[in-house]
Every structure is written in structure tokens, then in C-alpha cells.
């Protein structure tokens, strides 16, 4: 079984950074994508950003874009969203997702616990 923990979320003003990190482990073969994703209370989950292994980059929401980028450890094991610039609007529980091909080759999907973000002044 594969799990995805996240941590770091916390309280920033705006302006403020924070870096939210998502662990993965178990039999693990692969990661084929990685994502964040985020949802506010009463609105539905939007996507943040994600890396994808075929392309060897980082795509972005909109909303983001400029602000939050996406790292990694080299051996794609431990994935980071860093958030600059935030914004009250970027207040919301904040969801890693992997694309993960497990020891005995076959593709699932995982989310992580959640953690909360709060921007205010």
C-alpha cells in the first residue's frame, strides 16, 4: 500500500510564504505524476499545479501561476508545493495526489490526508 503524507500547512498573512510537503511511501515502483490540488470551504477541489514525469515539468492554475512552484527530491520520494505571494483567496485545505506505479506494475491513484492553509491578516 502506498501512502501520501502531506505537512506544513499553518497560518500566513498575505504576502507571507509557507511550503507544504507531501511523503510518499510503500512498494513503489514508479511515479508517473504528481499533483496538488486545494478546496475551499463550500466550493468544489481545483487544481494547483502538477509535475509529470513524461514532460519532466510543472504545469500551474492560473490562479498560481508566478506564485506557487512544484520541487522534488531527487529520488521522487518527497514532493513540495512552495506558495509566495499568498493571498487570502489561497485559503483552503491543500491535497497531494500521486499517480504511482506500484511493485507489482499496475497504476492507482492516491491522495493525501489534507492540510489546511489560512491566509489572514
Known amino acids: 500500500q502506498v501512502q501520501l503524507v502531506e505537512s506544513g500547512g499553518g497560518v500566513a498573512q498575505p504576502g507571507g510564504s509557507l511550503k507544504l510537503s507531501c511523503v510518499l511511501s510503500g512498494n513503489i515502483y514508479s511515479v508517473n505524476a504528481m499533483a496538488w490540488y486545494r478546496q475551499a470551504p463550500g466550493k468544489q477541489r481545483e487544481f494547483v499545479g502538477q509535475w509529470i514525469w513524461s514532460q519532466d515539468r510543472s504545469t500551474y492554475a492560473e490562479s498560481v501561476e508566478g506564485r506557487f512552484t512544484i520541487s522534488r527530491d531527487a529520488a521522487q520520494r518527497t514532493f513540495y508545493l512552495q506558495m509566495n505571494n499568498l493571498r487570502p483567496e489561497d485559503t483552503a485545505v491543500y491535497y497531494c495526489?500521486?499517480?504511482?506505479?506500484?511493485?507489482?506494475?499496475?497504476?492507482?491513484?492516491?491522495w493525501g490526508q489534507g492540510t489546511q492553509v489560512i491566509v489572514s491578516s
Open positions: 495526489h500521486g499517480v504511482i506505479i506500484i511493485s507489482e506494475l499496475t497504476e492507482h491513484d492516491y
